[in-house]
Every structure is written in C-alpha cells, then in structure tokens.
C-alpha cells in the first residue's frame, strides 16, 4: 500500500508545501474554503500536516483530519476540525 511517498513526491514538484492536504476545495454553497486529511487506519497526521492544519484553523478555514467519510462530511460541514484530534 502507499504510503504517501509517492503522492508527496509528485505533489512538491508541483510546487504544494509539506503537509499540504490530501483533499481540498471550496463549498459550492458559500465558497468557504477546506482542506481535509484522509487516514486510514491507525495512520496519524504529521508534524507538518498538523501545523498546516493548525494554520487553516487560525484563519478561520475549515479543516481537520478524517478516517472515514462521515468523518470528512463533518468537516466539510463545519462540525469537525484539527481541534477534534484527539476524540
């Protein structure tokens, strides 16, 4: 199975910083931006990824880390974020 290596190579030479998201884009309903973090598994978010969430937080983007699609529905919709890490 990849584990990321692949898609990070290909997403630095396309110029995308370290720990950028794996999946991004903007709601069709208001244009709010997202940036979401796909897992599987025990996978755990980075240092990197972390901080590059972190920064989304802080500028009021929504964002987080999600290990299934209920998961990453939530975080379109605003329920979830990096904050909800842990739980």
Excluded: C, Y
């Excluded at 995308?16 to 978010?45: C, M, N, Q, W, Y």
């Excluded at 964002?63 to 890490?85: F, P």
């Amino acid at each position: 199975m990849d584990s990321g290596k692949k898609l990070t190579h290909k997403t630095r030479g396309q110029g995308l910083e370290k720990g950028f998201p794996d999946l991004f884009g903007a709601r069709s309903t208001d244009g709010k931006l997202f940036f979401v973090e796909v897992k599987i598994g025990k996978g755990k978010p980075s240092e990197d990824q972390i901080k590059f969430l972190n920064a989304a937080q802080d500028n009021k983007i929504l964002n987080g880390v999600a290990w299934n699609l209920e998961q990453a529905i939530e975080i379109v919709n605003g329920e979830r974020s990096i904050k909800n890490l842990g739980e």
